[in-house]
């Protein structure tokens, strides 16, 4: 890609809860795939459309590989981000698919419904401690937050839950300098630990499972990473749903009325769950002609799961919250290949949460204006909300 000096900038749109940013909108008007400048400084294609994201998620010629990661160009400074890149599309697919592979049966319908009760008690614990104390209350810090992390921790088998929360926050915040490799994570030494001792003493859980499965712990650690680093969004997704509702009365008393409707109004909160950019980066390993333009082999492609949630062409009155709204195919959990192996689990908690909340605080309510939701987190890897507080 030639360097071109004036290019729309990444990271510089203010986030919004509930519509898309104007920089957004205006880049997804201006063209499906355009030209854009990212945080760290690069050239990228930004997919800004829902058809052409469907399209390139189904193209088997965008990978999470670059022949030459050191000069590739960058979404982020992240190392984390970085690690992800394998050098070539073989071992990039090899390593998707056995995680695919490996993963997907833990997340079958047989054992989400064995679970969904064990969320359903996770949320009613946090909803008791919530009603004792009385209003008001940050349903983030007290409400989403803990829930979604426990329920993970539930599936993984974690007992050092302490630990492994601060250092699941950890990689967020680490510089370039300060990491080499998965060595320069505490995160992946913690989890070393963790399968050894699962490795010895076996349990009924995810990461038991995967020992069982895999012989070699770096897969293994791998994947306990992949699963924790994409259980992120969750909480945020489920905050963002709470916010919605306690801003539209007539939304909120719909569902609390008809139980029926919390199938509508999670897929409603999922494709609303975006705040900002959500941006996963890939590359083309070949040239692709779309939308009038030619994306060179090496080009980064950003797609973008936020514009496209807000694309009028296949959602009537995008910045609608409707939570009758059908069909409602939103692009929150990715598409074809990259779909979220974890929806099952993100649908049940975000329907356990709304269920019981709406049957406990029927008059929930933001103490705020919905504007004024404090997203200061949201370009951090899996941040987002930083506090939501209500009352009822
Ligand atoms: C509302 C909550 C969630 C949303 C919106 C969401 C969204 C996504 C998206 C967009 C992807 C595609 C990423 C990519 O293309 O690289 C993805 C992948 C993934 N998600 Fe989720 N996710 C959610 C919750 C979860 C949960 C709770 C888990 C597991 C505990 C999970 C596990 C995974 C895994 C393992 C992948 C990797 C799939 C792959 O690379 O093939 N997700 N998720």
């Given at each position: 890609?030639?360097?071109?000096?004036?290019?729309?900038?990444?990271?510089?749109?203010?986030?919004?809860?509930?519509?898309?940013?104007?920089?957004?909108?205006?880049?997804?008007?201006?063209?499906?795939?355009?030209?854009?400048?990212?945080?760290?400084?690069?050239?990228?294609?930004?997919?800004?459309?829902?058809?052409?994201?469907?399209?390139?998620?189904?193209?088997?010629?965008?990978?999470?590989?670059?022949?030459?990661?050191?000069?590739?160009p960058?979404?982020?400074?992240?190392?984390?981000?970085?690690?992800?890149?394998?050098?070539?599309?073989?071992?990039?697919?090899?390593i998707?698919?056995?995680?695919?592979?490996?993963?997907?049966p833990?997340?079958?319908?047989?054992?989400?419904?064995?679970?969904?009760?064990?969320?359903?008690?996770?949320?009613?614990?946090?909803?008791?401690?919530?009603?004792?104390?009385?209003?008001?209350?940050?349903?983030?810090?007290?409400?989403?937050?803990?829930?979604?992390?426990?329920?993970?921790?539930?599936?993984?088998?974690?007992?050092?839950?302490?630990?492994?929360?601060?250092?699941?926050?950890?990689?967020?915040?680490?510089?370039?300098?300060?990491?080499?490799?998965?060595?320069?994570?505490?995160?992946?030494?913690?989890?070393?630990?963790?399968?050894?001792?699962k490795?010895?003493?076996?349990?009924?859980?995810?990461?038991?499972?995967?020992?069982?499965?895999?012989?070699?712990?770096?897969?293994?650690?791998?994947?306990?990473?992949?699963?924790?680093?994409?259980?992120?969004?969750?909480?945020?997704?489920?905050?963002?749903?709470?916010?919605?509702?306690?801003?539209d009365?007539?939304?909120?008393?719909?569902?609390?009325?008809?139980?029926?409707?919390?199938?509508?109004?999670?897929?409603?909160?999922?494709?609303?769950?975006?705040t900002?950019?959500?941006?996963?980066?890939?590359y083309a390993?070949?040239?692709?002609?779309?939308?009038?333009?030619?994306?060179?082999?090496?080009?980064?492609?950003?797609?973008d799961?936020?514009?496209?949630?807000?694309?009028?062409?296949?959602?009537?009155?995008?910045?609608?919250?409707?939570?009758?709204r059908?069909?409602?195919?939103h692009?929150?959990?990715?598409?074809?290949?990259?779909?979220?192996?974890?929806?099952?689990?993100?649908?049940i908690?975000?329907?356990?949460?709304y269920?019981?909340?709406?049957?406990r605080?029927?008059?929930?309510?933001?103490?705020?204006?919905?504007s004024?939701?404090?997203l200061?987190?949201?370009?951090?890897?899996?941040?987002?909300?930083?506090?939501?507080?209500?009352?009822?």
């Open positions: 890609m030639t360097t071109t000096p004036d290019l729309p900038a990444l990271g510089s749109a203010c986030p919004h809860v509930g519509r898309l940013s104007d920089m957004m909108r205006g880049l997804q008007e201006t063209a499906p795939v355009c030209r854009v400048r990212t945080p760290a400084g690069d050239e990228a294609w930004l997919v800004t459309r829902h058809a052409e994201l469907k399209q390139l998620l189904l193209d088997d010629r965008i990978t999470k590989a670059h022949p030459d990661p050191d000069t590739m960058r979404y982020l400074d992240s190392p984390l981000l970085d690690m992800t890149v394998q050098r070539d599309h073989a071992t990039a697919k090899r998707h698919n056995r995680m695919r592979e490996m993963l997907t833990h997340f079958s319908a047989r054992r989400m419904a064995a679970l969904r009760p064990r969320v359903a008690e996770r949320v009613g614990a946090a909803l008791d401690a919530i009603v004792h104390e009385g209003p008001p209350a940050d349903l983030h810090a007290q409400l989403t937050v803990p829930v979604s992390f426990h329920v993970l921790c539930d599936l993984l088998g974690m007992a050092d839950r302490e630990t492994f929360m601060a250092l699941l926050a950890a990689p967020t915040t680490v510089g370039s300098e300060a990491a080499d490799g998965a060595e320069g994570f505490p995160l992946f030494g913690f989890l070393a630990d963790v399968v050894a001792t490795r010895a003493l076996p349990a009924d859980d995810l990461i038991t499972a995967l020992c069982e499965s895999e012989r070699d712990d770096h897969e293994v650690i791998a994947m306990i990473a992949t699963v924790s680093f994409s259980y992120l969004v969750t909480p945020h997704n489920m905050s963002v749903g709470i916010a919605l509702l306690a801003n009365p007539v939304q909120r008393d719909l569902v609390a009325a008809d139980p029926d409707l919390l199938r509508t109004a999670v897929e409603e909160v999922l494709r609303m769950g975006k900002g950019e959500s941006l996963l980066p890939r390993r070949e040239d692709i002609d779309i939308a009038g333009v030619t994306i060179r082999a090496g080009d980064l492609v950003l797609c799961h936020y514009s496209a949630s807000y694309d009028d062409r296949v959602f009537t009155d995008p910045d609608r919250f409707d939570v009758t059908s069909p409602n195919p692009p929150a959990f990715s598409h074809g290949s990259w779909y979220c192996v974890g929806a099952p689990l993100a649908r908690e975000l329907t356990e949460v269920r019981a909340l709406l049957a605080l029927p008059g929930l309510r933001l103490e705020i204006p919905l004024e939701i404090n200061a987190a949201t370009n951090q890897l899996g941040g987002g909300i930083g506090e939501l507080p209500v009352t009822w």
